[in-house]
């Protein structure tokens, strides 16, 4: 079943019906401002940071779902029946309900009664402010009066005390109203620059501050006081929970449409230029009048909006392709692109299940999101990989997160994650080969950010890799520490103590537990260093990373193989993880994806066998399950990941963030049917006709599936913020289709299903525009036989560096 359709030439997403199973959110902003907004208007915004600078309020796990958001409500002046043209909050009965979600905005729109109304939401670039853009049209035959109520609920800026601190946020929420704006205020008589503020296009029959006198004191969001008898009661917030509400009154003859618009923003004024008078305790408004008139006229907000536009014409037009399949057409030219840009943009901070105050950004996962947008945004790519590596430790190793408002490592959490060292590697590899600007590596870099302890870029990632060979196990394979990738396969932490974080304890000495997934990553980044330093022409550096990279590969095949598949980890006595041996837990997924990757076990046999136990032990119609058999109760000795019940989270569940391993590892032994089969299984707009028991976003991977052992089989959770978006991305585009940058150029290796015949795309790169097409006769999979480049044959599959600013023609012959 579905709840809406996907419309590919406006790049959108149509919700029809309003009570979808989870509330479908979207993102709004693209540098600075941004917020969140589901299908009903549900959502909130923030300035930069979720946590610490959250402009409304939104209740999370609330009944109903979904509560806190962008609200408007219309009033039949004569019959005084009230409705939410967004369904939400009164979730009275629509006609034509219709949720479009774009890029960068989302427009709602309904009929009621004969009343339509249409709200655009979206935030312009470069502005820290958001438009609701509202049109009612009359589609009575006869005169409609009506009242026209808008309402947000402001967040007393840190949203963490905003929940919790209610002996002190009780008296100090402030506002001021001026004319047809709301300025919210707490806190800015002390040590607070900042206010927000809501506008409104219109005079005002009224307005209301006070969030219980708007609702009446026992009324919920469906109810409130002002709609209800259809008058404003003009009240100014002091203390209690200041909310913004606005009440326009609307004549509309029939067939009349009437524009509203609405302006919710953010301001900072200078220090000394908070209050006007100065001796006042008045905000000095100077500033932001203009801004504000500026966007409240439709003409400046449709040039906004269409500014907003051209943005992500632009940044999803560095890669577009055309295959048989719509699915992949419409994840890699749209969706899975967008969502990239998203985990960019928030990390892991501000979704329907990240609360924006818990999470700071992951030094694994924002090096990982990085492989996923660094062909749209590289510049911003850039000033990222810089910002984590001046978080690392001198040891090489790193605080496994950092807090994006400060840019400091997190001491809550620590390090001795012994992966995300090597992650750096594979995240400025990616830098580097897309732009091939070898001047980061130069780059003064911090370590823990502290003055006075720079060494080039370069040496950052020397460190990374010598950080693993110092800490070798029995098996002389890397010691695991707290985790690896997975970070619930707590190897030290023995933990017996309720709500202690398996992350953050580690109660035994760390020296026998190792890792064969940190074996096959070190052999992936090792071979990543080895290419940096020919390029910058160390060719003995060179061959010390393939020695190590070798020796690490002939452990891993030596203490790292099973038999039918690579096993995942010696525990803290030495024992196997991931063994026939073991009674549960015996396959896991991570060592078959990564050491694949890396190249292990492709020349012997080992991976084809290894895939061959992943499709029968591991695969199902959902996706590919982390590890079986689930775990079927909790195990001290293995941490966090035998806490969940079988079939969720890393207990057995279908972590999507690991099925591109697979894909991408079918794609090397040349298994393009299998490859495109599991890319198919968790695509999400390929499962939109399940979109009942898949439940979330079909628009957007989640971070789960439920795995076969649990009762809700196939059901996703987790939407959007997860890694799943950037490797999904690499393994459609650079492993599939084929297209991956080099440092010497565009590589063109697709690895393809057999029935197809051909596909075209268009991928800019380093300035140059290249229009590939590829055919090949049914039946084969991988291999090309010629590629032409502007009518020249080109040597072997690799496509030079054509100048910037030029057109190429690239033609790619499989056989
Ligand atoms: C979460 C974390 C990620 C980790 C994964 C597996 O997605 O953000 O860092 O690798 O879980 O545990
Ligand atoms: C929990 C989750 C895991 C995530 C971790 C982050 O352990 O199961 O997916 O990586 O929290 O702290």
């Known amino acids: 079943m579905r709840y809406g359709h996907f419309d ?65 409500y219309l009033r039949d002046t004569v019959s005084g029946d009230f409705w939410s043209p967004s369904w939400q909050p009164t979730r009275s009965e629509l006609e034509d309900y219709e949720c479009r979600h774009g890029m960068g905005y989302s427009a709602i729109s309904s009929r009621h009664e004969g009343i339509e109304a249409e709200t655009l939401y979206f935030v312009p670039v470069d502005e820290n402010l958001e438009i609701w853009r509202t049109r009612v049209t009359n589609k009575r035959d006869v005169e409609a009066k009506l009242s026209l109520f808008s309402a947000v609920e402001f967040c ?131 500033l932001v009048k203009p801004v504000i008139e500026r966007y409240l006229r439709s003409d400046e907000a449709e040039g906004a909006f269409q500014r907003l536009r051209d943005y992500w014409s632009e940044l999803l037009g560095i890669l577009q392709v055309s295959t048989p399949d719509e699915h992949t057409n419409r994840m890699v030219n749209i969706w899975n692109a967008y969502q990239c840009m998203v985990t960019f943009n928030m990390s892991r901070s501000a979704s329907f299940y990240e609360s924006g105050i818990g999470r700071g950004m992951g030094f694994r996962d924002s090096n990982q999101d990085l492989l996923g947008f660094v062909h749209m945004v590289p510049e911003r790519a850039r000033e990222r990989i810089l910002d984590i590596a001046a978080t690392q430790l001198p040891s090489g ?43 980061i ?40 520490g707290r985790a690896d990738w ?54 003995d550096e060179a061959e010390s990373y393939r020695a190590d990279g070798a020796q690490m590969d002939a452990v891993v095949r030596k203490h790292g193989w099973d038999g039918e598949w690579f096993r995942r980890a010696y525990d803290y006595f030495g024992d196997v993880v991931g063994s026939a041996e073991n009674e549960e837990g015996q396959i896991f997924i991570e060592p078959q994806g990564i050491c694949i990757v890396a190249g292990i076990g492709v020349d012997d046999g ?65 298994r393009g049917d299998a490859a495109f089969d599991y890319y198919q299984r968790i695509n999400p707009s390929a499962r939109e006709d399940i979109s009942e028991l898949h439940r979330c976003e079909p628009y957007v991977y989640p971070q789960m599936i439920a795995g076969k052992d649990a009762p809700s089989f196939g059901e996703a959770k987790n939407s959007w ?56 006769p049914k039946g084969v999979c991988k291999g090309v036989t010629q590629v032409v480049v502007n009518g020249k044959k080109a040597e072997g599959n690799l496509v030079t560096p054509q100048p910037a600013g030029s057109e190429v023609v690239v033609e790619v012959t499989m056989g």
């Open 156 to 286: 007393l800026w840190d949203a963490q005390d905003d929940q919790t601190n209610f002996q002190r946020n009780f008296s100090t929420g402030q506002v001021e109203v001026e004319g047809s704006v709301i300025y919210h205020k707490t806190e800015y008589r002390e040590r607070r620059d900042h206010f927000a503020y809501f506008a409104c296009s219109e005079p005002l029959a009224g307005f209301d501050t006070q969030r219980d006198t708007f609702l009446g004191a026992y009324n919920g969001w469906d109810t409130p006081a002002a709609v209800e008898r259809g008058q404003s009661f003009d009240s100014v917030a002091n203390g209690w929970a200041p909310c913004g509400s606005h009440h326009v009154e609307l004549t509309l003859a029939p067939g009349e449409t009437k524009e509203i618009v609405f302006v919710l923003g953010y301001w900072e004024n200078p220090v000394d230029a908070k209050f006007d008078p100065p001796d006042s305790q008045t905000i000095n408004k100077k």
């Open 606 to 670: 080992k991976a084809e066998t290894a895939l061959d136990s992943v499709a029968s032990r591991l695969a199902c119609e959902h996706g590919i399950v982390l590890q079986q058999p689930a775990f079927t109760h909790y195990y001290v000795n293995l941490g966090e990941i035998s806490s969940y019940p079988p079939g969720y989270k890393e207990n057995a569940g279908i972590f999507c963030h690991t099925n591109p391993w697979i894909m991408i590892a079918e794609s090397i032994i040349g």
């Open 486 to 539: 997975n970070d619930c396969l707590n190897l030290n932490c023995f933990s017996t103590t309720p709500g202690e974080s398996f992350q953050t304890t580690e109660n035994k000495e760390g020296g026998v537990a190792e890792s064969v997934f940190i074996g096959g990553l070190f052999v992936l980044a090792a071979e990543e260093l080895a290419q940096i330093a020919e390029l910058r022409g160390h060719t």
């Open 397 to 439: 190793g790193a605080y496994h997160q950092y807090q994006p408002l400060t840019k400091r490592g997190n001491d809550d959490v620590g390090s001795g994650f012994n992966d995300d060292p090597a992650w750096l590697i594979l995240g400025v590899a990616a830098y580097l080969k897309e732009t091939g600007d070898l001047s």
């Open 441 to 480: 590596l130069d780059e003064q870099v911090t370590y823990d950010n502290e003055p006075g302890s720079e060494s080039p870029l370069y040496e950052h990632l020397q460190r990374s890799l010598r950080y693993t060979l110092q800490r070798l196990g029995p098996h002389e394979l890397p010691l695991i």
């Open 8 to 72: 590919d030439e406006r790049r959108e997403y149509v919700i029809t019906r309003p009570d979808t199973p989870l509330p479908w959110i979207n993102y709004l902003g693209s540098e600075a401002y941004f917020g969140i907004i589901s299908n009903t208007a549900g959502g909130y915004s923030f300035y930069r940071d979720a946590r610490l600078r959250r402009l409304t309020r939104y209740r999370y796990n609330n009944v109903p779902f979904d509560l806190g958001g962008r609200y408007l």
């Open 721 to 776: 913020l997860s890694g799943t978006a950037a490797w999904n991305f690499v393994a459609a585009s650079q492993w599939i289709l084929g297209i991956r940058a080099e440092y010497n150029g565009l590589r063109i290796d697709p690895c393809l299903p057999k029935e197809w015949e051909r596909f075209e795309a268009t991928r800019i790169f380093r300035g140059a525009t290249y229009r590939i097409s590829v055919s090949k």
